[in-house]
């Protein structure tokens, strides 16, 4: 049986399970017994902001001030965000005094910290710090405490009144030590510090392989988990959820993966941590609705990164979501696993200190979907339960069934209890309009379907009864934008019983003038319970509409894709990914083209109206500039979903032509692999990318 598995099993059950330790490691047992002798620091998720994502290293006290300032204003402070935390960035270009002790810059910050701690606990909330574990190394690192001066820093932070501080690996890697023996110092001079001070220690090592090159296990944050419990209350499982100002839904996905490894050391006063909140960096608020709903049920800490003065009311609504709070500060202090398998639809579940369940339906995937899970499957037994959807507050009965509409790239969160007293609505899941045919097509499993001016689309709704009551005369109406037209396909039903389903379905017909981007349909489902009245429920679904099909000769890099992504930064019309430099491979010099980073897939819309693409493929020459590890590719033509081109795995060292037949295609994917080895050093090219149409 899966480790997983047992996890599940026993977490749902009241048990931990515990596997086995690493060869000097500290056992994660005597850890937890430590931790019972002292008093418990930070017994739930602490929470807060932080500097680095939305702010980058030129932050002064007067912006600091203006956050906490905005963390209390919008009520943020209130629903427990109340940690101001300076990231790297706050010392001065000379990091010590010629007595050894740390100073920041005098520029920003005249008066130096300590006024801007009083400012901050005078707003009743607490302060944060940087420092890095290794030692300050110019060119490589900004700050760091090693060389002899942890015990120094310790005192120097608690004497400022720090209430947390954050320790990177920046300065350690470069200096080749080793995380476990230097944290184990710096936590050491923490708890010794000569004020007394109780100080929240944040172990952020964010070294992996193959992500910043070739490192020993020891090293790497993914090992963090075997001696940090014992020394901090919560320690960083991965790299960087993202970059200054750029935080992407595929890195938040990555990162909660890797946190996801050993639930089992997380509880009170010790916490995994899979780094920062981030709304308006890059995802959707659907998006980043997801994100909060996943470090909510993985009891992670909550460190907002974007600029809290900039943020809209959806997203402070986002962060400040009652529900979802109370799920993350859950007083048992347990980590979500997974039930069932990893896939595109996911279940993880948290057992909560009352013996409800929080759980997680997470759909990874690019089309929205209805996803389904047992009460048995978490751990709860009876007939009867009370399902509250944290998102909508809406608080259904479910008969043993646990139902959602999830939306593409989407999570349905629930608290899930028994059920008691007289019968409650029933748990009826009305499902997102979803596109299964276009122009009589069946659409493509697991891709977004793209819609054009003039098409005509099958559009179902699924509609299913999970609760112990019969839901009477349901219906759905289905709107969309002005123009288009709608007509329904079938007749409603009279009756849906307890666990029943069905499905309403509709043409719709999209008007010639159709804009390109994005369009929304609205399906509201209303229907009749017995003893409750009239209901109804609304769903959304976003529909891609393309833009135009290239006409001519065209250089496709210069038209309008439909969507692109790229492993790291962004894709880079004409330039080698990042934008620093023209596209080059084997010395020759590329005028045009696409610059990205492995995983990659562009995808344009061209309509049936190309009968060629060429281009040559391969890894930028900047990848020479990096070092030996990494830069190997994989390239495809995909188009409808057919591969028309596969280039192999190439490294720096290969380049390929592409000549491809377009006929006939309407959808168009360039998709670029990892060869299997990570993304290291993958900075891949489409060069001279040109159609024919």
Known sequence: MKRHLLTALALTAGLLIVPATPAGATPVAAAVSDAASAPVLSPTPYQGWNTYFGLGGNFSAESVKEVADALVSRGLARAGYDIVWLDGGWQDPEPRTAAGDLQADRTRFPDGLKPLVDYIHAKGLRAGIYTDAGPYIPGKCGLGSGGGYYQRDADQFAAWEFDAVKVDFLCGIAANLDPKTVYTEFAQALRNNASGRQIIFNLCNPVTSPDWGNYPEEQQSTYSWSYAPAIAQSWRTYTDVGFVGEIKFKDVLRNYDANARHPEVAGPGHFNDPDYVAPELGMTDEEFRTQMSLWSVAAAPLVIGSDVRKLSQTSVDILADADMLAINQDPAGVQAVRVG????????????????????????????????????????????????????????????????????????????????????????????????????????????????????????????????????????????????????????PQLLTPGGRTTFAFTVALSASAAPGSATLTATTSYRVPGHGQLSQRTVSTLVIAPAPPDGEVVLSHHTWISATSGWMSPTVDLSVGGWTPISMLGQVYPTGLGVASPSTVRYYVGDRCTRLTAVVGLDDAVRNVGPEGATSTFQVIGDGRVLFDSGVLTREDIRQVDVDLSGVRVLDLVVGDAGDGGYNDRANWAGLNATC
């Open 341 to 492: 398998p990893a896939g595109t639809t996911e279940t993880w579940v948290k057992r909560l200190a009352n013996g409800d369940r929080a759980v997680v339906l997470l759909n990874r995937g690019e089309t929205p979907t209805t996803q389904t899970t047992k009460a048995s499957s978490l751990g709860l037994s009876g007939s009867r339960f009370t399902v509250r959807n944290a998102w909508t507050d809406r608080v259904t009965e479910s008969a043993g069934t646990i139902s959602a509409a999830v939306p593409a790239h989407g999570a349905a969160l629930l608290r899930v209890g028994p059920a008691r007293g007289l019968p409650g609505v029933p748990h009826l899941t009305a499902g997102l309009p979803e596109v299964t045919q276009v122009a009589g097509t069946p659409t493509q499993a697991g891709s977004a379907p793209v819609l054009a001016g003039g098409d005509e689309a099958r559009v179902e709704v699924v509609v299913r009864n999970d609760g112990s009551l019969p839901v009477l005369t349901p219906k759905v109406a289905l709107a969309t934008p002005a123009g288009w037209t709608v007509r329904p396909l079938g007749r409603a």
